[in-house]
């Protein structure tokens, strides 16, 4: 024997590529249709690691290492829990701490950034007011001037701020003179002392960071003398000591809390736990978490049905390969060559169908980018980029998938009997390679094609119903809109936030085309979310807060009932006589009067709340019961509070109000065409004012607040259907196989008398009971993993039995028609041409 | 009734069409087949020894011409009309037998019986009736890849047998089987041939022409000789 140099085995490899891609060529249909099947499974594939890779698993990048964890202040009660706690309890954790090295905090939402030295409207941006060592914490150095230092919280001196690299580029054009310049942020001056590096935005997607003491609860002027209740609560971030886990740093946190709560028993009594969890896990919501791995894992059985297709397809081209395997093997080909020839095939197929893969992900990535960012602000560290990473799992899959694939039926070519292959080609087709494993293979296709049918099924009807539920009211148009009129008047209880906006509703309203306008304080588009507080019945006794019954709660104006058409079930709407100086008042959902009252009269009952600053002390008599104003919810009604956002209580603005305002505004056509009406119409109040980015018609506005609910939905949706194709295309192309084979066996039976219904039903015959078998399986399975998911992703919109009659349909159907387009080739064949086949 | 024609071909024409060639596989065949006759079709490769044997068992359409069989004009048949004809009146022996590798010997056997709608029962007694005929009913329950080329060509004869068809049509019936073999299968047609049944065989063996009453031979797809066995020299 010679022995080969590496010269020659890299010659005699890319000898054999050439003949993996000459066998390729010859077959164009089944190489098509194996390339389409693993392009869609490693497209699907990559496309969730890619997603898993830049969302789940990626982290901010900082200049100081190690572990930045987030500490949640757990409360029993769940629809209270913030996760914030109050500065004050926050420098008692930082105080008291052994386990925990270092501690910062911030706290923010959006706010108006006006710069006075441009032309430029004001507009909104992302701020944060953290800590002083803030930055120091992350160990971040500024790109200009400086972070804060601790005289940037005194009283005597001006505020000061820290902008990001992108707002400094968009206000001041990158002038280095910004350091040093004032800007206005939410209405008052900010003095800048820094520009913080290019692409950080910790700690989700901010621009804005303003060096804070937490100054509110102590200057709180409430009952308790604490301050504890003020409605200033910080997010706490810690690194810890060396050695020390975060169940140590969680228990010995949880004895601090528990000292707080003993101590201040009126404002922290509802504690439960402690939770330190790194940062990054913690950004990411569980029920996130769990849909995006859901899908992850749905991707891997897409990529499984594809696998197994191609496995099925390598295993038909390897038995029509019988006698040229044969050949080789009697010309001295050993096991390792043959099983290298079959892999090699595969692994041809599967790269070329990766790249088509690399292809559709890029395509698909983009799609969920779109859907992602239509949401809310993200962390400015995701992203869906077909990194080094992702390109080392697409080799990796490639691999994988090309040795799945195609070392079995190697294997399988390399063990055959060679004279008895030869012979078996001389005379017959090969039946080899078509045996009990291929209909294993073809069983797991139909059950992982009905398991991913039943849940993208059902997901669809999610979405479907989600998408079709009735409007109480007209959402296109209505336009949502708002503005923080901070630094208007001498402070929150100044009547100039009251009767500024009013003027400005006059104003709109005299435009020819505006129906009507109004404001609301907490509230979601005017109609969803408002705070959730608890209050008390008059002539109920309380022993603690956590007695007290709960709803929730947004301030309302004149002009409500307008721009909702919202008809009073009972009583009266507010209106301009409801002031501070008369009886304060409010009016209260019909849901909360089932909830609370159910069948007595509401009106004249009085409930109170305490020392909520922007809603007057005392008793409110209700004075009017609204109807619901928003859709049905996805789910079934539950009895779980925190699910029900319709008990509500509205409060009039007159009688307590907020600088943070909602507006709404009602035309007939598209609202979006006054957006620069409002605009100018709020520069008269002052050019430091401006409008919430999130500026967009009530129905935009719940698109975009379902778009990651959408986009999981459909992307489910997608998987099943593309994997109940891929297995269809699977049955179909061994159905193909099989008949091929059979071929002559047909003829036969044609000689001795078959009709076109025998032939049909003895192609079929065979592949109903695996159809049968493999679908079987697969409902079950669906249906425990429907069940499952519904629990973990909180989906409970209709029952069950609707989705069997569907899925079971469309198998049938999909199936039916694999099976039967080669039944059909086959009885039409005439007999002698099956006979003669070879 | 003996002497009146089972088979009567005018002016049969097969003409196959592949790319820009028109192949002329058979040109105005006339044949009549009365039964009781074993009519042997004799001649070299490609001329159309096969195609006149498909016509003959319907596996095959005509391009033009009439053939009736048993009376019965086929030319405006359908598929499963055809189907239900040659399931009725022809039984079929192949060269290389051509049983179902995944049925047994009796199954195979039964198979064109379940075809023609007879109940399982019946095909049983009938199958194992034809297996006795043909010597094999002891491995009824065999495959046929357990059985000798010779054994599977008497299942094969056994199974052409079943549906008691009008013609047995036999092509090459002895081209895989070895001398002793062949001669047994050629001994039971005699013997077939002998109780009655009509056949019409394809052989390339001239010594087998022996057992023909006449011999038909083509050429080019053109009947150019047909003698009666006497003057025939073997």
């Known amino acids: ?838 | 009734m003996k002497d009146a024609p089972i088979i009567q071909m005018e002016g049969i024409m097969k003409i196959f069409y592949s790319d820009e060639i028109e192949t002329y596989a058979l040109s105005d065949v006339y044949l009549t087949i009365k039964e009781g006759d074993f009519v042997s079709v004799a001649g070299p490769s490609g001329c159309g020894k096969s195609t006149l044997l498909s016509i003959l068992g319907l596996l095959e359409t005509p391009t033009d011409g009439r053939y009736c069989l048993d009376g019965l004009d086929v030319r405006d048949l359908g598929r499963n009309e055809l189907a239900y004809v040659r399931n009725a009146e022809i039984g079929f022996i192949f060269q290389s037998f051509n049983l179902i590798g995944d049925l047994t010997v009796e199954e195979n056997v039964e198979l064109p019986l379940a075809y023609g709608g007879m109940p399982a029962e019946e095909r049983k007694k009938r199958a194992k009736e034809v297996l006795e005929r043909v010597e094999m009913s002891h491995r009824r329950n065999h495959l046929p890849y357990q059985l000798s080329g010779g054994q599977q060509q008497r299942v094969a004869v056994a199974r052409a047998l079943s549906t008691t068809p009008k013609i047995l049509l036999a092509d090459e019936p002895t081209g895989n089987l070895d001398s002793k073999n062949g001669d047994r299968v050629m001994d039971l047609l005699k013997e077939l041939h002998g109780e009655g049944t009509t056949i019409c065989m394809v052989t390339h063996d001239s010594r087998y022409n022996a057992h023909a009453d006449r011999v038909l031979s083509l050429f080019d797809g053109r009947v150019v000789n047909e003698e009666g066995l006497v003057e025939v020299t073997v």
């Not at chain 1, 109040?685 to 778009?707: C, H, K, S, W």
């Not at chain 1, 049968?772 to 919109?797: D, K, P, R, W, Y």
């Open chain 1, 1 to 838: 024997m010679y022995s080969k140099t590496g010269y020659d085995k890299v010659m005699s490899f890319f000898t054999n590529i050439r003949f993996a891609f000459r066998l390729l060529a010859k077959n164009p249909g089944s190489t098509i249709m194996a390339i389409v099947v693993m392009a869609t499974g490693t497209g699907v594939a990559i496309t969730m690691f890619a997603f898993v890779n830049g969302v789940l698993w990626s982290s901010p990048d900082f200049a100081k290492k190690g572990t930045i964890y987030n500490i949640d202040w757990v409360e029993r009660d769940k629809y209270k829990n913030s996760q914030r706690v109050s500065p004050l309890d926050y420098e008692i954790f930082e105080s008291e701490s052994e386990q925990i090295d270092e501690m910062t905090a911030y706290m923010g939402w959006r706010a108006p950034v006006y710069n006075p030295s441009s032309d430029a409207f004001a507009k909104e941006y992302n701020y944060k007011r953290v800590s002083v060592n803030f930055f120091e914490f992350l160990g971040e150095k500024m790109h200009l001037g400086r972070s804060f230092l601790p005289e940037d919280v005194s009283r005597e001196k001006d505020d000061t701020v820290v902008i990001s690299h992108a707002l400094w580029r968009e206000q001041y054009g990158s002038n280095e003179e910004a350091v040093g310049s004032t800007l206005m942020v939410g209405g008052l001056p900010h003095k800048v002392v820094g520009v913080a590096r290019p692409g950080f935005r910790f700690p989700d997607d901010n621009n804005l960071w303003k060096a804070s003491d937490w100054p509110e609860p102590r200057m709180s002027t409430s009952p308790s003398g604490t301050g504890r209740r003020h409605w200033v609560k910080v997010y706490m971030l810690a690194r810890l000591k060396e050695g020390v886990t975060p169940r140590q740093a969680e228990a010995e946190l949880a004895t601090i809390a528990e000292g707080i709560a003993n101590e201040y028993p009126e404002s922290n009594d509802n504690l439960l736990r402690m939770n330190v969890e790194p940062f990054t896990e913690w950004y990411i919501r569980d029920e996130v978490e769990n849909r995006a791995y859901g899908l992850f894992l749905c991707s891997f059985l897409v990529l499984a049905v594809a696998c197994a297709n191609t496995f099925n397809l390598i295993m038909s081209r390897t038995a029509s390969r019988t006698s040229e395997l044969s050949i080789r093997s009697a010309l001295g080909a050993n096991r390792a060559h043959i099983v290298g020839q079959v892999v090699l095939d595969g692994l041809v197929l599967t790269s070329i169908g990766a790249l088509g893969g690399v292809l559709i992900a890029g395509w698909s990535l983009k799609f969920i980018w779109s859907f992602f960012k239509s949401g809310y602000s993200d962390a400015y560290w995701w992203h869906m980029n077909l990194d080094a990473k992702v390109m080392g799992f697409v080799v990796g899959l490639v691999f994988v998938s090309s040795v799945v694939s195609s070392l079995v039926p190697g294997l399988r070519a390399a063990r055959s009997a060679t004279a008895e292959n030869l012979k078996d080609d001389a005379r017959t087709s090969s039946g080899l390679f078509v045996g009990s494993l291929s209909r294993l293979i073809l069983g797991f296709q139909i059950s992982a094609s009905s398991v991913l049918a039943f849940v993208s099924i059902l997901m669809l009807a999610v979405w479907y119903k989600s998408n079709t539920r009735p409007w109480p009211i007209e959402p296109t148009e209505i336009l949502s809109t708002g503005f923080n009129l901070a630094g208007l008047g001498e402070d929150e209880h100044d009547p100039i936030l009251v009767e500024a906006p009013r003027a400005m509703k006059e104003r709109l309203e005299a435009y020819p085309g505006v129906d009507s306008v109004s404001f609301t304080i907490k509230a979601v588009c005017g109609i969803y979310g408002g705070t959730f507080l608890p209050f008390e019945m008059e002539g109920e006794d309380y022993e603690n807060s956590r007695q007290k019954p709960k709803a929730r709660v947004m301030g309302i104006d004149l002009g409500y009932e307008d721009v909702f058409d919202a008809k009073l079930l009972a009583g009266r709407m507010f209106n301009s006589l409801d002031t501070k100086e008369t009886e304060a008042v409010c009016i209260v959902s019909k849901r909360f009067v089932d909830y609370y009252w159910p069948g007595e009269d509401p009106i004249g009952k009085r409930i109170r709340f305490n020392d909520i600053h922007w809603i007057r002390d005392g008793f409110l008599t209700v004075v009017g019961v609204m109807p619901k104003l928003t859709r049905a919810p996805l789910g079934k009604e539950s009895s779980d509070l925190s699910n029900i956002g319709d008990i509500k209580i509205y409060t009039p603005l007159a009688q307590g109000t907020h600088a943070e305002l909602g507006m709404q505004l009602r035309s007939k056509g598209d609202p979006r065409r006054w957006i620069p009406t409002i605009r100018r119409e709020l520069a008269k109040i002052g050019p430091q004012y401006t409008l919430i980015t999130n500026t967009v018609t009530v129905m935009e506005d719940e698109y975009r607040f379902l778009a990651k609910e959408n986009l999981t939905l459909t992307m489910f949706g997608l998987f099943g259907a593309a994997s109940l194709v891929l297995g269809a295309v699977g049955l179909y192309s061994i159905m193909s196989f099989d008949t091929g084979r059979r071929f002559r066996e047909f003829g036969i039976r044609m000689a001795l008398g078959a009709d076109s219904k025998n032939v049909v039903y003895a192609v079929i015959r065979n592949g109903i009971a695996t159809l049968a078998i493999g679908s079987s399986f697969g409902l079950v399975l669906g249906h425990t993993l429907t069940v499952l998911m519904q629990e973990s992703l909180e989906i409970n919109v209709m029952p069950l039995g609707f989705v069997y009659p569907v899925v079971v349909v469309l198998l049938i159907t999909s199936m039916g028609v694999a099976m039967g387009v080669p039944a059909w080739k086959a009885s039409r064949t005439p007999p002698s041409q099956a006979l003669r086949v070879n």
